[in-house]
């Protein structure tokens, strides 16, 4: 069931006291925005810690979120359209919104929103026939509905090197080259700008201070042991992890596209570089699921991304 989440950021322990820097961005940096998500889990992960790092930094932050797991944006233009042709429809209400079932034309005037992001379904994402003509399309009907607002594509990332979906034919550079020129041709027919969440998840991948190793060379995926798990060092994704079944055996499961906690802050620490323009204050909230040098790496990787991209 999807929902969706308008949160007016609430104290939560974990902030430091590190110095703010000047931002070198074109856009004036600002303390305070009313931003609404539109996309699946993808957009559910790298927003995770986004409230935390916003009020760390001494910002205001709305978040809305309409997100279904797992939907292209061909889903959610889909019951954009259903909406306007039978709104009490129970099928068009999707969203959820004050816990009642709502509209996204409901939720896009239910407040005057700063920036609306629109994120393409993962694999989608890799092939630019799969937004047209749904990012358009939304894209109006966000500005019809929401006017004056800024519309930024939610750029997602590869899967991880040593995920099953790759092939010979189809390698992790492949999806990488694939959804970047995606993204950035969708971006111009729109008009609108790219949140490089999937730039920074590469440029981790290839940074020297963070660089993980996939598959571990030394692990027996042939035959796992329990509790044995190989080295996952610096992913950014789940990865491995055993499970229990109900008949109490344990199982190893993979998953490579989601972000784990290190990629959920490193999404959430590009957001807040992008949006506020406040170059070096998030590294004022760190999780407590992460060292410390870990998450001041991987919010360095966030701000250079950013700002290279300006």
């Not at 026939?129 to 939304?138: G, S």
């Not at 190793?213 to 950014?236: C, G, I, M, T, V």
């Amino acid at each position: 069931m999807t929902r969706l989440a308008l949160i007016a950021v609430l104290g939560i322990v974990g902030c430091g006291n590190t110095m703010q820097t000047q931002p070198a961005r074109t856009s004036p940096a600002t303390t305070e925005l009313k931003v609404l998500a539109i996309g699946n889990s993808f957009t559910d992960n790298t927003t995770r810690y986004l409230p935390d790092i916003a009020r760390c930094a001494g910002c205001k932050l709305t978040l809305g979120k309409a997100t279904i797991g797992g939907s292209p944006l061909a889903t959610h233009w889909a019951n954009a359209q259903l909406a306007e042709k039978n709104p009490p429809d129970p099928k068009a209400k999707t969203y959820s919104y004050n816990g009642k079932p709502v509209t996204l034309k409901e939720i896009l005037v239910a407040q005057k929103w700063d920036v609306v992001t629109l994120q393409q379904h993962s694999m989608d994402s890799a092939k630019v026939e799969t937004y047209r003509p749904y990012a358009k399309e939304l894209a109006d009907y966000v500005r019809k509905y929401a006017p004056g607002v800024r519309i930024v594509l939610h750029q997602t990332w590869a899967y991880r090197e040593d995920d099953p979906a790759f092939n010979a034919s189809f390698p992790h550079a492949e999806m990488r080259r694939r959804l970047e020129s995606a993204y950035r041709t969708i971006s111009g027919e729109l008009g609108a700008e790219i949140l490089p969440v999937g730039d920074a998840f590469e440029n981790a991948r290839l940074d020297p201070q963070w660089k993980g190793r996939f598959p571990d060379p030394a692990f027996n995926y042939a035959k796992p042991q329990f509790p044995n798990l190989p080295d996952q060092s610096h992913s950014l994704n789940v990865g491995y992890a055993w499970h229990k079944d109900k008949d109490g055996r344990q199982r190893l499961d993979y998953d490579g596209h989601h972000a784990n906690a290190d990629g959920e802050y490193l999404g959430g620490a590009v957001w807040f570089e992008f949006l506020f323009g406040r170059s070096g204050a998030v590294n004022k909230f760190v999780p407590h699921e992460l060292p410390p040098g870990d998450a001041a790496i991987l919010a360095r990787i966030a701000r250079e991304t950013v700002y290279k991209k300006e």
